[in-house]
């Protein structure tokens, strides 16, 4: 069973309860990460939450809303081996996963609504990662991480 995590600041409450339903219908086995309430927060705590559990294998997959998404992308992808991803179509859905092989869903509380956000998380789940070049790709990225002493080399 896929393990999923997912969390959202006070702007993507609605939309993270719409994933975590979208994820569970699914079958996954879905971590809540907070918040759980309309109580202004800061988007990184919840970031670390959920890309650190990515980032050391403790989910599998991992799912961030902010108001905009663009916080929660900064910050998660501080992570090494967290591919985050930051999509407002089912097209960038479906790549992030096809070419990117994206481990974090990014979305905007404030720049989708629910049932797009549905659309979104589907589409993203229903690709297929293709590798070959795409894979050449993710491995420069992984090699810059050693690069830079992100992980151990
Ligand atoms: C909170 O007001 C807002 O800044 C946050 O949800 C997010 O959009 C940041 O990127």
Redesign the pocket.
Known sequence: MQRFVVGS????IDVKGAVIATLERRGAQVVDAGTNGPA?VD?PDFAVKVAGMVSRGEADQGVLV???????SMAANKFPGVRAALVTDEFMARMSREHNNANILVL???VVDVPTAEKLVTAWLDATFEGGRHQSRLDKITALERELGLVKQ
């Open positions: 600041d006070h702007g993507g202004s988007y902010c108001g905009t998404g663009i916080g929660m905007g509380g404030r």
